[in-house]
Structures are given as C-alpha cells and as structure tokens.
C-alpha cells in the first residue's frame, strides 16, 4: 500500500540516498535540498512516499507566495521503483490533501520539457501547458 509520510530523524538519511535514474539527474534537485528548502521556506511540506514500509520515493509541495496558489514542487520516485505506478498513485494522494482545501482550484508545477515520462504522468492526470515558461521550467496546470 503506497503511503505519504512526514520527514522525520527515522526516515531521512533513507529519503535523501533514494536517487533517480543517471539519465534523469539532470531534471531535479536533490531531495537533500529539497528538505533543506524546506526548512528555510516553512510554506513547503516535503513528504516521503512509502510502499508499505519502504521507501520509494520524495516530493514537495507548497502554498507559494509568490502567487498563493498550490505548486507541486518536487516528485521523484527511486531508479530502483520506478515503473510501478507510485508516481501516479503519490499525485492522486496528494491531490487528495490538496483539493480538501476549497478556498483554492489549481495547482501548478513546472517541468523540463525532456522530462517526457514525467510529461505523460501529468497529463493523464489532466495538467495542461498553460504557455508560461521560468528558465528550464515550463508551467503545467490541473484546474479542478
């Protein structure tokens, strides 16, 4: 059973040694430093995914501030589980944590354009390409 569980002194030396596929290093930040954001920017939550009680994966999500909207702001499931649908299965959680709060109906994440699995992951989950582009990133919608 895939599970979304907090970051804690039991669990974080297993999330930040969970990497992704060499041909993928280039597309994310390390989960390192996402949890290190974490803890200067208080707005993100970082998360570690679970298949039963092991670890396959990391992501981080926000309230921005730069447009109180909700940002997806990492996803990464481990080479050595990837293929198994966790990635699909950790959105639909957190998409179910993010839509009980009614005062918003979007959420954002930004996504390198060779990042194609990744692509595929978001649209069938109905994120669409809203046209804006920051850097390498470009911005990708599910309105709900």
């Known amino acids: ?20 596929a060499e041909y993928q290093s280039d597309l994310l930040v390390s989960n390192a430093v996402s949890i290190a954001q974490s ?20 992501l981080m999500y ?3 501030g730069d447009d109180n909207e909700y940002w997806l702001y990492r996803i990464m499931i481990d080479k050595n589980h990837q293929s198994k649908g966790y990635g699909r299965k950790a959105m639909d959680q ?3 944590i993010i839509k009980q709060d009614k005062s918003r ?7 390198d ?3 194609v699995a990744s692509i595929k992951l978001y ?5 669409k390409f809203n046209g804006q582009v920051f850097g390498k990133e470009h ?3 599910l309105e709900y």
Not at 39 to 58: D, H, M, R, S, W
Not at 105 to 111: P, S, W
Not at 123 to 127: K, L, P, T, V, W
Request: glycine residues 6%; contains cysteine.
């Open 1 to 20: 059973m895939l599970t979304l569980k907090e970051i804690n002194v039991e669990n974080f030396w297993d999330i930040i040694s969970l990497d992704v």
């Open 39 to 58: 803890k200067v920017q208080p707005e993100c939550i970082p998360l570690a995914i679970y298949n039963n009680e092991t670890p396959v994966g990391f």
């Open 62 to 64: 926000c309230i921005d």
């Open 94 to 96: 957190l998409l179910e």
């Open 105 to 111: 109906n979007k959420v954002f994440l930004g996504v």
């Open 113 to 115: 354009i060779a990042g």
């Open 123 to 127: 649209e069938s989950i109905g994120f």
């Open 139 to 141: 911005i990708m919608v």
